[in-house]
């Protein structure tokens, strides 16, 4: 073993501990209720913004749109929204075709209200598969040179959209999202994500 035991005890008696600088919290500018609906007439998303929901793992606010034919008929058959995972991811396979509800909302987008845009980032890209997706963000994280260095690029790549966000609240689109995805095969994921937020427009429309 090399070096002095002693030598080394009398320097760690002698270490004083200096307090890391206190970083504020990057706090909202509004609720994420009314960025979320802000952000989404910024990006022209129609339909009605739903409460933020954990959905795979993920915080956010799905925008869905009500389609009038087959909610009428669901009602007339008693078709509620069913929300049991296990249940629905049933619904895609082929010998269930006809058999099972049609849907009756439309998921037009994904939004994560977020502090951060790492944050932001994980939690939109996961629903790109079936929809728009986007994130909101504070001003403050907006006017960093991580943000324009780490953050646009990779919204870009991944195809999610940047609204930022300011007091009132006010925001502005900072990057649009894919204009342009094939559309993926319906799976059981899907058709549970939809009929969540059928139950949630029913809830919020009602």
Not at 28 to 55: I, N, T, Y
Not at 60 to 69: G, H, N
Not at 122 to 141: H, Q
């Amino acid at each position: 073993m090399t070096g002095i035991p002693g030598r080394a005890a009398a320097a760690v008696d002698n270490l004083t501990a200096v307090p890391s600088p206190l970083v504020p919290p990057v706090e909202l500018p509004a609720s994420v209720d009314e960025l979320a609906a802000a952000a989404a007439r910024q990006l022209g998303w129609q339909g009605v913004v739903l409460p933020e929901m954990k959905l795979l793992g993920r915080r956010v606010c799905l925008v869905a749109q009500l389609m009038p034919d087959a909610h009428a008929e669901r009602i007339c058959l008693g078709q509620g929204p069913e929300v049991d995972r296990a249940t629905v991811s049933t619904w895609a396979w082929p010998e269930f075709s006809g058999r099972v509800p049609e849907p009756a909302v439309r998921i037009v987008g994904a939004l994560a209200v977020a502090r951060h845009w790492r944050t932001g980032l994980v939690n939109a890209v996961p629903f790109l598969r079936w929809c728009d997706s986007a994130m909101v963000l504070p001003m403050s994280v907006v006017l960093t040179n991580d943000y324009v260095v780490n953050c646009l690029p990779r919204a870009r790549a991944y195809g999610v959209g940047v609204v930022s966000a300011e007091p009132g609240p006010s925001v502005d689109l900072d990057l649009p999202g894919r204009s342009e995805r094939a559309a993926a095969p319906v799976d059981g994921t899907q058709r549970w994500l939809t009929e969540l937020a059928y139950e949630q427009i029913l809830c919020t429309v009602a």
